[in-house]
C-alpha cells in the first residue's frame, strides 16, 4: 500500500498540482488536482493510506505509464456525477462493453484552490452526454469544498469516550452541484471511497431491507443481512455491486479493517439519506428501479482488487424544480484496539458487533 512520501514523490516527478491537508491529532490528507482526489487518511507520515491506492503510485515507471493512459484508478476518494448509467454507458444491454469514463469528469480539469485557512477548494466546469434514461447534452459545476470536522462523540455522557486512546481524525466534503443549462436531463453528486480488502462494510439497516444486484449477484458468503444492519466482506477478489434503498437505510454506514501493524481502523460515513428524494442510478438490467442512495463494490481484481463505498447527493435538473443542490458527506476515522472501535460502532451506528470474531474465517 503506497505511503504519504510515494504519492507525493510521484506527483512531483509529474508535475502534478496536489496540497497536504492536516486534520487532527497529526493526521492528514493529500489532495490531488489531477481528478480531484482525496488521499489517505495518513495517520503518521510515512505510514500506508487507509484507503485504497493504486500499487503504481510506488514506483516512477509504473505511475508515469498509468498517466499516459489515462489513470481514472488512482484510489483514495473522489466525486462523480451520476447516474452512471446515463453518463457512463452507451448501451445498458453492453454494460461493460460500452462504459466510457468521460474524461472532462476526470481527469476533469480541476482548479485546487485555498479557502479559508481550514479549507481546501476543488473546482471542474464540464459538459456531459446522456444516452440511457435521457438524451442530450448537460452542462455541469462542480465543487468540492473539505474541511475538518470534530470528533461526533465530543459531548456524550461517557466520559472514557471522549479521551481514549483511540487516534480520531474526520473531515467533510461540501459538495455543490449546479447545471449551466436548463434541460431535463437530471444528475446527482457521486462520492466513491477505494476500501482496502480484507475488511467488513456495515450498513445500519431496517431487517426488511431491499437491495439490488447490478453485476453477478451478490453471494451469503459476501453479504449478510441481520436484524439491525447488513455486513459486507470486502476481498477485491470476486466482483459484486449492490445498491441498498434509502427507505431502509440510514445515512450512516462503516468500514472495519485492520492496519499491517495490527491495530484496528473504523471509517464512518455520514450524510443526508433522503427517502423522498429520486436516486437515479438503475441497474443495467432493471429499468425505472431507482431509489438506492448507498452502493457497495467489490472488484473482482480486474480492477486491482479493492472495494468501494459510493453514496449518492440529491437529484437536480428537469422534474427536480432546482438547478442546483449542497450536499454534504462526512468521514469519522477512528484507529486503535478493536474492543473500543466496537463501542464507537455502537454509539454512532447502532449495531452491536465483535469486530474480533471476523478474522477467525
Known amino acids: 500500500m503506497a505511503t504519504d512520501i510515494q504519492i ?13 491537508f492536516p486534520l487532527q491529532n497529526e493526521a492528514f490528507l493529500l489532495i490531488g488536482e489531477r481528478g480531484g482526489r482525496v488521499f489517505g487518511p495518513f495517520i ?13 503510485f ?9 498517466l499516459e493512459r489515462g489513470f481514472w484508478n488512482q484510489g483514495g476518494e473522489r466525486v462523480w456525477v ?12 453492453d454494460f461493460w462493453g460500452t462504459n466510457h469514463l468521460p474524461p472532462q469528469l476526470d481527469p476533469g480539469n480541476y482548479e485546487l484552490t485555498h479557502g479559508h485557512p481550514h479549507e481546501i477548494v476543488l473546482h471542474n466546469k464540464f459538459s456531459l452526454k446522456a444516452y440511457n434514461t435521457a438524451a442530450g447534452d448537460k452542462s455541469l459545476e462542480l465543487e468540492i469544498r473539505i474541511q475538518p470536522v470534530e470528533n461526533p462523540l465530543r459531548f456524550v455522557s461517557e466520559e472514557h469516550l471522549r479521551h481514549s486512546d483511540l487516534v480520531y481524525a474526520g473531515y467533510q466534503q461540501i459538495i455543490t452541484l449546479k447545471e449551466t443549462n436548463d434541460t431535463l436531463i437530471q444528475s446527482e453528486s457521486w462520492n466513491l471511497v477505494q476500501l482496502n480488502p480484507g475488511g467488513f462494510v456495515f450498513i445500519p439497516a431496517s431487517p426488511r431491507v431491499q437491495y439490488y444486484d447490478y453485476f453477478e449477484p451478490v453471494d451469503h458468503h459476501h453479504q449478510h443481512i441481520l436484524s439491525d444492519h447488513v455486513r459486507l466482506n470486502i476481498t477485491g477478489q470476486r466482483r459484486y455491486k449492490t445498491g441498498y434503498a434509502a427507505a431502509h437505510i440510514t445515512g450512516r454506514s462503516a468500514y472495519y479493517n485492520l492496519r499491517s501493524d495490527g491495530q484496528g481502523y473504523l471509517l464512518i460515513r455520514n450524510f443526508f439519506n433522503n427517502p423522498s428524494a429520486p436516486y437515479l442510478e438503475e441497474p443495467p438490467q432493471l429499468h425505472g428501479v431507482k431509489g438506492k442512495s448507498l452502493h457497495v463494490y467489490n472488484d473482482g481484481g480486474q480492477f486491482g482488487g479493492f472495494g468501494e463505498l459510493e453514496v449518492n447527493g440529491q437529484a437536480i435538473g428537469g422534474a427536480t424544480g432546482r438547478s442546483e443542490s449542497t450536499d454534504q458527506f462526512i468521514m469519522w476515522i477512528f484507529v486503535g484496539e478493536s474492543n473500543k472501535l466496537q463501542e464507537i460502532a455502537r454509539h454512532l451506528l447502532g449495531i452491536n458487533v465483535d469486530f474480533s470474531a471476523f478474522y477467525n474465517y
Open 58 to 66: 510506488e514506483h516512477p515507471k509504473s505511475f508515469k505509464q498509468e
Open 82 to 93: 451520476a447516474p452512471e448509467i446515463q453518463y457512463f454507458v452507451h448501451d445498458r444491454g
Open 8 to 20: 507525493s514523490k510521484r506527483f512531483e516527478e509529474n508535475g502534478l498540482n496536489y496540497t497536504k
Open 44 to 56: 503518521h507520515p510515512g505510514e500506508e493510506s487507509l484507503y485504497w491506492v493504486n500499487r503504481a
